[in-house]
């Protein structure tokens, strides 16, 4: 389908689509709300190395975090012509992979550091629909907006910060004219188990002091990861855990572990955890109730009471 083809079916389908798929609406979003038309023929617009710059910064240690994980992707699709990027929030590449003879193809494409891939800068595509709607998505050939970008497929996944909120787009694009749907499909699902793994090594390093538990099998939007304290308390969760608890994006006040996860009691918690401790300083003493008692910092006669309240033998 050439330029002008494209640009005309893409109207017809907006205009004549009374209940759309997400990529009709998608569509719709460039034309109407975004004001584009899909005969646009002007390339992206790439900001200053200063801008960029700026952008990197903000994101702070998380790039440094991603990037062995972006090697590793490009070391898996590199060689089939395909670039591996990641933007910020904001559709903007901030690190780019591709082989140096694919190099001049992603160049005049716009694929590069600095470009902007918004869906309200090119319409439809992997990196700015991903954005948009917060899902995965791939993007192949003429289901692009615009007409200029239809040699090219975008298989993206999101990435969400430790505090539940959307960080960064990854994104895998081909240059090559024989790229298959069903070869697409596949390099997708690599693109969303590598986000997936950059935003657990994200939220591990950020409750570094923290324990970490996983209290249910991962789903297919990411690890159900919480973070909690040496009180017992959940400080922090990735967006599949606030999702699966209730608990919605950004900063909350740290609260039990048991009231999330529904096992206990606050009475039965608390004896736990006090049997918990006893335990532990009795462990550590070699069984010595005394010695225990002082690591405590309670009396004798009062680690043998708690002992007896609470079901602990001598031995």
């Not at 609406?25 to 900001?47: I, N, Q, T, V």
């Not at 780019?96 to 001049?104: F, M, T």
């Not at 950059?198 to 570094?208: G, L, S």
């Not at 606030?242 to 039965?268: K, N, Q």
Request: charged share 25%; net charge neutral.
């Amino acid at each position: 389908m050439d330029h002008s083809s494209h640009a005309d079916y893409v109207i017809s389908t907006i205009e004549s689509a009374a209940v759309g798929t997400r990529l009709t609406a998608s569509w719709r979003r460039s034309l109407m709300k975004h004001g584009l038309h899909p005969g646009h023929g002007r390339g992206p617009r790439r900001f200053s190395g200063r801008e960029i710059a700026e952008r990197r910064e903000r994101l702070g240690a998380f790039r440094d975090l991603a990037s062995p994980k972006l090697d590793q992707l490009f070391q898996m699709v590199g060689n089939t012509g395909c670039s591996v990027l990641m933007t910020d929030r904001d559709g903007i590449i901030l690190d780019q992979r591709s082989k140096d003879g694919d190099a001049g193809t992603f160049q005049a494409w716009g694929l590069w550091t600095g470009c902007d891939w918004s869906e309200a800068a090119e319409g439809t595509n992997g990196i700015g629909t991903c954005l948009a709607e917060e899902r995965q998505v791939t993007i192949h050939r003429d289901e692009h907006f615009l007409s200029r970008n239809t040699a090219m497929s975008c298989m993206d996944a999101p990435i969400f910060g430790p505090d539940g909120r959307l960080i960064a787009a990854l994104d895998v694009s081909s240059c090559r004219a024989d790229q298959t749907e069903a070869y697409a499909r596949l390099i997708a699902g690599v693109v969303a188990q590598t986000a997936r793994q950059i935003e657990t090594d994200a939220f591990r390093a950020a409750f570094a002091g923290a324990r970490i538990l996983s209290p249910q099998e991962e789903r297919p939007e990411g690890a159900l990861l919480l973070a909690v304290d040496q009180d017992d308390l959940v400080i922090g969760a990735t967006r599949a855990a606030r999702r699966a608890f209730g608990l919605g994006p950004g900063a909350f006040d740290p609260r039990p572990a048991s009231d999330i996860l529904g096992r206990d009691t606050t009475a039965s918690a608390l004896e736990r955890a006090e049997r918990a401790a006893l335990r532990r300083a009795i462990a550590r003493t070699g069984g010595n109730v005394s010695a225990a008692a002082r690591e405590l910092g309670i009396g004798r006669a009062t680690l043998y009471r708690r002992m007896k309240r609470l079901g602990i033998g001598e031995t």
